[in-house]
């Protein structure tokens, strides 16, 4: 057992994740939703957790199919999207999104999406390297604590924040949220492309 991997591998993650766009999202699915929290939570864990395991797993793999800029490109789409229907469909793109039963599928693939190719991704494959195979449950146990840990500390203030906030005005920052974290996804795009 390597407790300096799961102890670096959490602090990583959080470290790299605290405030950043997957918590936003996170958070807005959270206040987009009514009875559905805890699969809307679970979906969020599971897709930040998978999007990462991707990169300690397979590496380089997907970006060799697929460009980075295709990759951000569709997941800004459809945060895009998300946002937009929010604000025109109001309740019904909420149920949409992230209510009922397909609630897990949506949330995980939303925020597995917006993972892929992520500094986090990065940090967890730059782990993965350092530490090697021989650690990789030691990887997995420190990835699964920081996908608990951050989607918890999203929920718990969407919690806080829907007890001050009114249904139609939750609506409106979550589309706001998606909207924001769709265009920054666009220019981060378009800047590291043009570094390139």
Do not use: W
């Amino acid at each position: 057992m390597n407790p300096a991997a799961i102890v670096s591998t959490l602090a990583t993650l959080i470290l790299a994740e605290m405030g950043d766009k997957t918590q936003f999202a996170a958070l807005a699915l959270s206040l987009c939703s009514d009875g559905s929290r805890l699969r809307i939570f679970t979906g969020c864990t599971i897709g930040f957790f998978l999007a990462n395991i991707v990169a300690i797993g397979l590496g380089g793999f997907l970006s060799s199919i697929l460009p980075y800029t295709v990759i951000k490109m569709i997941s800004a789409i459809a945060f895009l999207i998300f946002g937009i229907l929010l604000i025109k469909r109001g309740e019904k793109a909420i149920t949409s999104i992230v209510g009922g039963r397909y609630s897990l599928i949506s949330s995980t693939i939303l925020i597995g999406s917006l993972e892929l190719g992520d500094k986090t991704n990065l940090a967890t494959l730059g782990l993965a390297t350092y530490f090697g195979l021989q650690s990789i449950y030691e990887l997995m146990l420190g990835l699964i604590l920081a996908s608990i840990t951050l989607m918890g500390v999203a929920f718990a203030s969407a919690s806080l924040v829907s007890k001050y906030i009114s249904v139609a005005g939750i609506r409106h920052i979550s589309a706001l949220i998606f909207i924001a974290v769709a265009l920054y996804i666009i220019i981060d795009t378009l800047a590291i492309d043009a570094l390139s």
